[in-house]
């Protein structure tokens, strides 16, 4: 290399651009997003197992307990859902703006719908460019709170009134959640609000995970990473 190359190789680097960049999420709710979804994939798979069943296994039962670990399986990360929901809830008390978007919408923020409309159309590809947001943008931020915190609410309602029909009446599954059985009407009732959320939150799972990568990728701002190391990094200098 010669010494105008190598000359003009460190101008270069000693000017590398440095894009701006803010820190968004807090390792609690970074936590929790990564935990929360393996939590949904074990549940949504092992529900579906449940709800319709593996062919009869051969063999001395003894020996052949496939449905008992499914069962255990979807138990136990029924309780890590649950348990993160709670911790997740504390800390929207208590972690920094952004943590609180999961349970708040600035519905009297002028500016907030203009932007939520004009994000609606940057979704139908009605609108040339993105706009620029620290946090969630407001379309995204309508469908955690109102599709996926409801969702998300009733399915670990649902989901303990279920498992207190097993604990039986005493147990603390039935105190706290045994209203739910009676406001359902139903078991078969209980069931069917169970399995739609299911659903529900499945698709919500594939248009998160869709927008996210479009976003990534088409946005003015890092959104995957973000989640990773809770650092938003724009892309350029524009408002």
């Known amino acids: 290399m010669s010494f105008d190359s190598r000359e003009s190789a460190l101008e270069l680097q000693g000017h590398r651009e440095v894009r701006p960049s803010v820190y968004v999420y807090e390792a609690p709710v970074r936590i929790w997003h990564w935990i929360n979804a393996l939590a949904i994939v074990v549940l949504t798979v092992t529900g579906t197992l449940i709800a319709y069943p593996l062919p009869s296994v051969s063999g001395e039962a003894t020996f052949a307990f496939l449905m008992g670990y499914i069962r255990f399986t979807h138990f136990a990360a029924g309780y890590v859902l649950g348990a993160g929901l709670i911790g997740r809830l504390y800390w929207a008390l208590v972690g920094n703006h952004h943590a609180r978007q999961l349970v708040t919408l600035p519905i ?29 943008n407001p379309l995204s931020h309508v469908a955690m709170v109102l599709v996926f915190l409801t969702c998300l609410l009733l399915m670990v309602f649902t989901g303990f009134a279920l498992y207190a029909e097993g604990t039986g009446m005493g147990s603390w599954q039935h105190d706290l959640f045994g209203w739910v059985l009676t406001l359902a009407g139903n078991s078969q009732n209980l069931h ?37 190391n809770g650092i938003r990094i724009f892309k350029d200098d524009r408002p």
């Open 192 to 228: 069917t609000l169970h399995h739609l959320g299911m659903w529900v939150m499945g698709l919500f799972v594939v248009i998160h995970i869709y927008t996210a990568v479009r976003e990534d990728i088409m946005s003015r701002q890092t959104l995957i990473s973000t989640m990773v």
């Open 108 to 136: 009297h923020n002028r500016q907030w719908w203009n932007d939520l409309f004009y994000m609606a159309g940057w979704y139908l590809f009605l609108n040339r460019e993105a706009r620029k947001f620290t946090g969630h």
